[in-house]
């Protein structure tokens, strides 16, 4: 046996797909659940190839339905576990995920969104934000982080294992099909070695000791008789949620401070603001930009900081609207004149931006 | 000399007494199958290692039924949570109980493929011929000319197809490791039997355990105790045959 993925530090140069699977063994993922979708393939892929060199099973499942519950099942059972999809596999898995809501199941679910809706591209877009955040019957009592290069790909796969299990929250990495298709460096690590301690799991069923003589046994609902009932559990939820929020929000800002335009963008598209950023600059232009990488839970505070200082917002998404919609949530009440770059399906340059810019001020 | 007036129901040890009387209706056979499943357990001593899911529809109130973990989960999803129990936790012994609405209709894929793999979990299905919880629809096991809420002048199978024969079904698709059997409430001895030889053939670390067990529902059935128990004794059984259809050889040696 292999003694770990990852010893101390080490440059590579690789797809998202494959940075995504050696992020879960460094994180020391017991068991993966999964079925094919494109473009989030390459994960498992990987983890099969990896994962037996540590004793670490794979499960293919019969569909996402199913790689979505048998996940829910392992972390039960007190296993770190985790699942990937895409597009109309996430669908298929918000399902399991509001079972994860309603009874505080820590899973992992990494998503490489494609196009939509339906089948449409297995290329990449933004699309599977409202999705993500808001998906299935329930109140979006999950963390979702959205990255935006393989980097960060690596470094939220593990803490989204540490976020799950420190606050019993379902836990999303939300990446796209560019970010896991494409290659480019990082830096792979131990997370022991940079003092990164993963948060202990343990099980929810199958408990030590004797159910009903040294212990009552777990019994683990999510049907309810009255609406009092569900109200209560509802709003224990969402107090619980509200209060660990402020600690698990995360966002950033570059050159904000003195700019007339700031620009909106998250994951892969705030990389194409940033360099318009950097240009608009060069060319005297004051122009800003903040993402946020939680977008569950949203950086209100943080965002409306910004909003209250700039002139003029530019949101930019490949999609139409699902990432401005959370803006407005954000902003309600904020008169700051706010503009638009929806491109659903379609990657976004920073020309684009620049020119859009340019046209604003 | 003082004598005792009430008797005390004998339950199974592992039942959870203070969950009882339990949540379903007078007459229902939910209660009878999972005396028999509480049966088999304390005889097998396997209580401490159960882990135990139920899904949705009647089968989702045996959820503090027993002195074991139990994870109530959704419709038709028994299965892949406890296989993801079981292929996280393979000590455990995993069991997902379910009705034939959760395991032939809106889970038949999680049971077919999970049969297909040779999952070493216990499924366990109650029939009783129609949609219990939601008030009576047809099921796939409805009847043919059975009247339901959805097939009021009776099952038409022309244009819904005949009932699943769901034991059949498994047992043609599972490797000879796999115990399938049918079993009926009206014979709570055999179905002891079964459910033993099902869980053992998990302790044993075989493959997949499936039996399936005729059950009674007289609130959707409209009919009186004499009616529903012709009903489940003499009716279902033309149809659904009851016996064993897999039984893994003995291991020699």
């Given at each position: 046996?292999?003694?770990?993925?990852?010893?101390?530090?080490?440059?590579?140069?690789?797809?998202?797909?494959?940075?995504?699977?050696?992020?879960?063994l460094?994180?020391?993922?017991?068991?993966?659940?999964?079925?094919?979708?494109?473009?989030?393939n390459?994960?498992?892929?990987?983890?099969?190839?990896?994962?037996?060199?540590?004793?670490?099973?794979?499960?293919?499942?019969?569909?996402?339905i199913?790689?979505g519950?048998?996940?829910?099942?392992?972390?039960?059972?007190?296993?770190?576990?985790?699942?990937?999809?895409?597009?109309p596999g996430?669908?298929?898995?918000?399902?399991?995920?509001?079972?994860?809501?309603?009874?505080?199941i820590?899973?992992?679910?990494?998503?490489?969104?494609?196009?939509?809706?339906?089948?449409?591209?297995v290329?990449?877009?933004?699309?599977?934000?409202?999705?993500?955040?808001?998906?299935?019957n329930?109140?979006?009592?999950?963390?979702?982080?959205?990255?935006?290069?393989?980097?960060?790909?690596?470094?939220?796969?593990?803490?989204?294992?540490n976020?799950?299990?420190?606050?019993?929250?379902?836990?999303?990495?939300?990446?796209d099909?560019?970010?896991?298709k494409?290659?480019?460096?990082?830096?792979?690590?131990?997370?022991?070695?940079?003092?990164?301690?993963?948060?202990?799991?343990?099980?929810?069923?199958?408990?030590?000791?004797?159910?009903?003589?040294d212990?009552?046994?777990?019994?683990?609902?999510?049907t309810?008789?009255?609406?009092?009932?569900?109200?209560?559990?509802?709003?224990?939820?969402?107090?619980?949620?509200?209060?660990?929020?402020?600690e698990?929000?995360?966002?950033?800002?570059?050159?904000?401070?003195?700019?007339e335009?700031?620009?909106?963008?998250?994951?892969?598209?705030?990389?194409?603001?940033?360099?318009?950023?950097?240009?608009?600059?060069?060319?005297?232009?004051?122009?800003?930009?903040?993402?946020?990488?939680?977008?569950?839970?949203?950086?209100d505070?943080?965002?409306?900081?910004?909003?209250?200082?700039?002139?003029?917002?530019?949101?930019?998404?490949?999609?139409q609207?699902?990432?401005?919609?959370?803006?407005h949530?954000?902003?309600?009440?904020?008169?700051?004149?706010?503009?638009?770059?929806?491109?659903?399906?379609?990657?976004?340059?920073?020309?684009?931006?620049?020119?859009k810019?340019?046209?604003?001020? | 000399?003082?004598?005792?007036?009430?008797?005390?129901?004998?339950?199974p040890?592992?039942?959870r007494?203070?969950?009882?009387?339990?949540?379903?209706c007078?007459?229902?056979?939910?209660?009878?199958?999972?005396?028999?499943?509480?049966?088999?357990?304390?005889?097998?001593?396997?209580?401490?290692?159960?882990?135990?899911?139920?899904?949705?529809?009647?089968?989702?109130?045996?959820?503090?039924f027993?002195?074991?973990?139990?994870?109530?989960?959704?419709?038709?999803?028994?299965?892949?949570?406890i296989t993801?129990?079981?292929?996280?936790?393979?000590?455990?012994?995993?069991?997902?109980?379910?009705?034939?609405?959760?395991?032939?209709a809106?889970?038949?894929?999680?049971?077919?493929?999970?049969?297909?793999?040779?999952?070493?979990i216990?499924?366990?299905?109650?029939?009783?011929?129609?949609?219990?919880?939601?008030?009576?629809?047809?099921?796939?096991?409805?009847?043919?000319?059975?009247?339901?809420?959805?097939?009021?002048?009776?099952?038409?199978?022309?244009?819904?197809?005949?009932?699943?024969l769901?034991?059949?079904m498994v047992a043609?698709?599972?490797?000879?490791?796999?115990?399938?059997?049918?079993?009926?409430?009206?014979?709570?001895?055999q179905?002891?039997q079964?459910?033993?030889?099902?869980?053992?053939?998990?302790?044993?670390?075989?493959?997949?355990?499936?039996?399936?067990?005729?059950?009674?529902?007289?609130?959707?059935?409209?009919?009186?105790?004499?009616k529903?128990?012709?009903?489940?004794?003499?009716?279902?059984?033309?149809?659904?045959?009851?016996?064993?259809l897999?039984?893994?050889?003995?291991k020699e040696?």
């Amino acid at each position: 046996m292999a003694d770990k993925p990852i010893q101390g530090e080490k440059r590579m140069f690789v797809t998202g797909n494959e940075a995504v699977a050696y992020a879960a063994l460094a994180a020391n993922v017991d068991i993966m659940y999964g079925y094919p979708i494109t473009p989030q393939n390459e994960i498992m892929h990987y983890f099969t190839r990896l994962a037996p060199k540590f004793d670490k099973p794979f499960l293919q499942t019969e569909d996402e339905i199913s790689a979505g519950f048998t996940t829910v099942g392992g972390v039960m059972s007190g296993k770190r576990s985790f699942t990937a999809t895409a597009g109309p596999g996430n669908t298929l898995m918000q399902e399991s995920m509001s079972m994860a809501e309603m009874m505080r199941i820590p899973t992992v679910v990494v998503i490489m969104q494609r196009g939509g809706p339906s089948t449409a591209t297995v290329i990449y877009s933004q699309q599977e934000v409202t999705m993500t955040c808001y998906g299935a019957n329930g109140e979006g009592i999950r963390v979702v982080y959205s990255t935006c290069n393989h980097q960060e790909l690596y470094d939220y796969t593990i803490k989204s294992f540490n976020t799950a299990w420190k606050y019993r929250i379902p836990t999303f990495v939300l990446g796209d099909g560019y970010q896991a298709k494409m290659r480019e460096s990082l830096t792979m690590y131990d997370p022991e070695a940079r003092g990164i301690k993963m948060v202990d799991t343990y099980p929810l069923v199958g408990l030590p000791g004797s159910p009903g003589v040294d212990r009552d046994p777990a019994h683990l609902r999510n049907t309810y008789n009255t609406e009092e009932e569900l109200y209560e559990v509802v709003s224990n939820l969402v107090k619980d949620y509200e209060a660990v929020a402020p600690e698990i929000v995360e966002s950033e800002s570059f050159d904000c401070d003195d700019a007339e335009v700031v620009v909106l963008a998250h994951g892969v598209v705030s990389r194409a603001a940033v360099e318009a950023v950097r240009e608009l600059r060069k060319a005297g232009i004051k122009a800003g930009h903040f993402r946020p990488i939680t977008l569950r839970p949203f950086p209100d505070k943080e965002l409306k900081a910004v909003a209250n200082q700039a002139k003029k917002l530019l949101v930019v998404e490949s999609a139409q609207g699902q990432f401005a919609k959370l803006v407005h949530h954000s902003l309600y009440g904020d008169s700051t004149p706010m503009e638009y770059i929806f491109k659903p399906g379609l990657g976004i340059t920073s020309d684009e931006i620049i020119n859009k810019v340019k046209a604003m001020l | 000399m003082t004598v005792t007036s009430v008797m005390e129901p004998k339950m199974p040890k592992c039942w959870r007494q203070e969950t009882k009387p339990h949540k379903f209706c007078p007459g229902c056979g939910h209660g009878d199958v999972l005396k028999a499943l509480g049966t088999a357990i304390d005889e097998l001593g396997i209580q401490d290692r159960v882990v135990f899911g139920c899904d949705i529809g009647c089968s989702l109130l045996s959820w503090d039924f027993f002195n074991f973990d139990s994870i109530q989960t959704h419709h038709g999803r028994t299965t892949p949570v406890i296989t993801g129990v079981k292929r996280a936790r393979p000590e455990l012994i995993c069991i997902a109980y379910m009705g034939d609405g959760g395991g032939y209709a809106i889970g038949s894929q999680h049971l077919v493929n999970a049969a297909s793999r040779n999952e070493r979990i216990f499924v366990l299905l109650a029939n009783n011929a129609q949609y219990g919880m939601t008030g009576g629809q047809m099921a796939p096991t409805t009847l043919p000319g059975m009247k339901t809420e959805t097939s009021p002048y009776g099952r038409d199978v022309e244009w819904t197809g005949n009932p699943t024969l769901g034991p059949e079904m498994v047992a043609a698709i599972t490797p000879d490791s796999a115990y399938v059997a049918r079993g009926t409430m009206s014979n709570l001895r055999q179905l002891t039997q079964m459910m033993k030889k099902a869980l053992q053939n998990q302790i044993d670390g075989n493959g997949f355990s499936f039996v399936e067990a005729l059950a009674s529902c007289p609130t959707n059935w409209r009919t009186n105790a004499a009616k529903t128990w012709e009903f489940v004794e003499k009716e279902m059984p033309q149809y659904f045959k009851v016996g064993e259809l897999k039984v893994p050889a003995k291991k020699e040696g």
